[in-house]
């Protein structure tokens, strides 16, 4: 018993590896203190899940006070104690702490992490090392993982997990005794959604390159569409981009299932020593127990291997083949929870697709309008340019990604009949393009004015092929930037939304003229 005046004797740190969520519902985190670091996105849902279950919580961020969301300040009328701004010691925020949680981006090893915290969770790490008695440290997602009662489907690669993700959350949800729940890197962090999770749920987790180096525990079934380069800025190496990206395959459920795209040559690797059973899925005939393409008298099929058909493409109203090979990474987790095929078919024809993604705004005057502000990496846009017959009008630009944007050239030059060009990485693409053979390129100071540009081109093209007594063509106008946003918006969801509003302003033109 402690003397009077004395210090109350430290209670045992929270034992992770023993939480349950039903635990948690019994009280267990009730007056523990925890300190969430970082007071953004998923930190943000995750004092809203500590304040929930009882917990005395600190929040960290170290921008100022005034720049955090208001959600901050609601969440401090809710009991939130808000520690913000960078005169702040952040290992002071843990010192009485029974559990330290971050968001995902707060990492010991990112170099874009805050240098004083990287230091200061460097210590912590140590001192856990030595002294068992420290706060455990935990992650968003890993939190989660831990505690959810449902099967779960982690999709990850460097482009198409979001599509895949949504098409995949779309079908399980056809199957109405299993309601589906689409989280992670789309949508809302997952975390706050565990009080409703039961076992009969199933839960589609996107899971990015910033998430899944914080993981120590895999999902029920891990799924791949591909794996290229990004973020080198946070991973500093090809090498230790890939491998951050291989974790998922290694921490899946032995019990579970891998699903890898077989022609990625790197993600197809991946099944060499898998712990769970693996299906591919590939644009060519399937492999044994996996999913393909087969050309058959009635069209061009999705189908799996040995149950048959499963779609005809031509049903999908994604656009593009690497689409036609992202859902049927969808369809092979739907097989794994016993949806029947015409189940599937029904739900993927009516999946339209995500914002930003090639997304179909508006037709005005015979020239579609597609929003792919996500197209950040020269695949991505690649892609985006072979999903749509010519003639295309290209908009590009934004912040360089410091990644290798040649091969984007030739693609350029055959598919593009013209560009218009924004951002710090304009001139860079202006002169690739042209010494790639694309002749027609501009440069314009926003992207409204490129909107703008881009629409007139597209018109002359019309025009051009009318006058030469040809078929007038749907021409396109795609916003798809192969660069970062943040030179001139907050975001590649804010660049998507001002290309939509541009176009937008462009439809009320055209019918107030008639047209």
Known sequence: MSSPGSAAPRREPIDLD?????DVRAGALEGRHVTVLGLARSGISLARFLLGAGAVVT??????LETLSPAVADLA???LTVVAGPAVDPAGTWREADLVTTSPSINADFPTTEPRLRDAL????????GAPG??????????????CPSPTVGITGTKGKTTTSALTATLLAADETHPA????NIGVPLIERLPELTPAHRVVIELSELQLPTLSRGTTLAVYTNVTADHLDRHGSLEDYRSAKRRLSQLVDPDGLLVLNGDDPLVAGYGEGARARVVTYRLGAPEVGGLGIADLDDGQWIVADPLGKIMPTAELQIPGRHNVSNAMAAVAVGLYFDLPPETIRAAARGFTGVEHRLERVAEIDGTRFVNDSQGTQPDAVIAALRAFEPPIVLIAGGRDKGIDLSPLGPVVADRVAAAVLIGESGPHLARLFRSSGLEHVERAASLEEAVRRAAAIAHDLRVAAAAGHQLKPTATVLLSPAAASFDMFVDYEARGRAFKKAVAELAELAEANGR
């Open 18 to 22: 023993r939480l349950t969520m039903a």
């Open 59 to 64: 929040g960290y961020d170290g921008r100022p």
């Open 77 to 79: 009328e809710q009991g």
């Open 122 to 129: 460097r210590r912590l790490a140590a001192a856990r090392a």
């Open 134 to 147: 420290t706060p455990a440290l935990v992650s968003e997602p890993d939190l989660f993982l831990r505690l």
């Open 181 to 184: 729940v689409l989280g992670g």
